[in-house]
């Protein structure tokens, strides 16, 4: 084995991360408990690394479990569980070494195993992990989870308590980055044996081995975590107490925060009528790099929005540049395409600017819009059904839904109904395909533009918008051919690896599944006194390093 690092996939993240914590101060000492207090914004729907797929529920869990590899302030996957690794020289094959010293809460050492009992389970068709496909990097993996192959198939394997050894299907650039991913972190089989859906969220059994440990957990109100004793870290991490708040309304969230009663408000719960005001006079508020994408998703296997023309009317018919200026307010660009700005092909170029706009204009395109729209068999919006756009309950995205909802009734003559759902509910119902039109977001999981296009592969779990050739392949040609493209570029490298996913995303643009609208942006707020926290581009924040220095 010869070690060395990736170089181009770290390069590429050091340069999207962002680390935001400024200049660590000398701490004033303990004569106050150091208690940092953050709006998570809603109950997250679940806190198990393999079960998650949400934002609010990985930071919870970043703060809580810890990966073979951490994301450091650099924006670089450095060694956290595993204190070093080895790469074979075609890439593929990876063996990671368990630091001496990692424990799980409760004193047992993490083992190798643990993360091959994890990684597994991810993968395990009975427990339908929506990000089992983050794992088909691995040699079996994708061919356990459809059922074509066993457990010990899958190319991970504990050659002893502390080496974890790891057989990729062809040589994945971003490999390490991905170990930090909350899919990949550890846990412990007779800990989930116990209660396998609600494990984690149990504070009587659940253990952890990140910097700290839930010693709360209060439906719809509040998490608390407490420093982890047994973390190998343990003496750098300076907080005693941290509170996850989950108001919902942003409008509290704010005036909590002013009141001092909140530390941070983080990317997304800063109330978007504010932010002007906010910008010119709290010095603690910023807006930060988002790697991410706002957008509506339709449902393509039911009427009227199975039929493109209809998603390309819709789709038409938004001015993108007045509900970034108008509505949103904090600083998002206008989204002409799925993959955001700030990713990277092998050259070097910028992804987005090199795949274009597809035709899609900043501003409305009425002409076209209703082109389209006669096209489908509704000239001016006549007999045209009447839908509904699902969001998750928040001011934003009401406000968002409240714009696109009068766009589309003043460019193409046709009405829509709005319904909004509590967090945990609207995520079953556009997993299961439970509507017409919803809005989604995807944040990237890593700096590469496979995170936004393995998202619609027909076997990724996250692919809500029912766009699987395996239920219905003639309705659905385009998506096996989608699936080839993607599937070549994991084995492929170069130039040749950049044509396949230009190729895949414009496919995806051609079939209009979903309707773009902004990239993000993270318009925040973090106290003064809040210090050494760390938050990266894909929204990530991390707090084993932070302090309140008031």
């Not at 993959?339 to 204009?361: C, H, K, M, Y």
């Amino acid at each position: 084995m010869k070690k060395r690092f990736m170089m181009l996939g770290i390069l590429i993240l050091s340069l999207l991360m962002v680390a935001c914590g400024g200049k660590k101060e000398a701490s004033t000492g303990k004569d106050t408990e150091q208690v940092l207090v953050f709006n998570l914004g809603a109950e997250p729907k679940t806190v198990d690394p393999q079960l998650n797929s949400a934002t609010d529920g990985g930071i919870v869990i970043n703060n809580t479990f810890e990966g073979l590899m951490r994301m450091n302030n650099e924006g670089m996957p450095v060694p956290a569980t595993a204190e070093s690794y080895e790469v074979s020289e075609d890439g593929k094959v990876y063996t990671f070494h368990i630091r001496e010293g990692a424990k799980w809460s409760d004193g047992q050492p993490v083992k190798a195993g643990d993360f091959e009992y994890a990684w597994k389970r991810a993968l395990d068709p009975a427990v339908a992990s929506e990000y089992s496909f983050q794992l088909y990097y691995i040699q079996g993996a994708q061919e356990y989870f459809e059922g074509n192959a066993s457990a010990d198939d899958v190319a991970v394997k504990s050659i002893d308590d502390k080496t974890l050894e790891v057989t990729l299907v062809g040589p994945t650039p971003y490999f390490l980055a991905l170990t930090t991913f909350y899919t990949y972190m550890p846990v412990r089989e007779d800990v989930v044996t116990q209660k396998p859906e609600g494990w984690a969220k149990d504070t009587t059994i659940a253990v952890s081995n990140g910097p700290f440990v839930i010693s709360e957990y209060s439906p719809s109100d509040k998490i608390i975590l407490l420093p982890n004793e047994n973390y190998w870290n343990r003496e750098n991490v300076k907080l005693d107490k941290i509170i996850f708040e989950e108001i919902v309304d942003n409008t509290t969230a704010l005036t909590a925060y002013e009141n001092g009663e909140l530390d941070i408000l983080r990317d997304g719960e800063v109330p978007q009528q504010d932010i002007p005001r906010l910008q010119l006079e709290d010095p603690t508020f910023s807006i930060a790099p988002f790697l991410g994408t706002y957008y509506y998703i339709f449902n393509v296997d039911k009427e009227p929005t199975d039929d493109v023309n209809v998603r390309k009317a819709l789709t038409y018919a938004i001015d993108r540049k007045a509900i970034t200026e108008q509505v949103a307010k904090g600083g998002q660009l206008p989204a002409t395409g799925f993959v955001p700005n700030g990713l990277f092909d092998s050259e070097g170029r910028d992804f987005r600017a090199t795949a274009g706009d597809f035709d899609i204009s900043v501003t409305a395109d009425i002409e076209k819009a209703k082109e389209y729209l006669a096209k489908a068999g509704y000239p001016n919006g006549e007999g045209f059904p009447k839908l509904t756009v699902v969001y998750n309950t928040s001011e934003g995205h009401k406000a968002i839904a409240e714009a696109v909802q009068e766009m589309w009734k003043k460019n193409l003559g046709i009405d829509v109904e709005l319904m909004n759902q509590e967090w945990a509910v609207f995520q079953d119902t556009r997993h299961v395909g439970n509507f017409e039109i919803a809005r989604a977001g995807w944040i990237g999981d890593y700096a590469d533009p496979m995170t936004f296009l393995d998202l619609w592969t027909s076997y990724s779990g996250n692919n809500d918008a029912q766009w699987k050739w395996t239920t219905n392949e003639k309705k659905f040609a385009s998506n096996k051919k989608y699936d080839a493209l993607i599937e070549k570029s994991k084995v492929t490298q170069g130039t040749e690896r950049d044509a396949l996913l230009y190729e895949a995303e414009k496919i995806l643009m051609d079939e209009m599944i979903t309707m773009p609208i902004y990239y993000y942006t993270g318009p925040m707020m973090v106290q003064e006194y809040v210090k050494g926290w760390e938050r990266d581009i894909l929204g990530t924040w991390y707090f084993g390093n932070a302090e309140m220095v008031k």
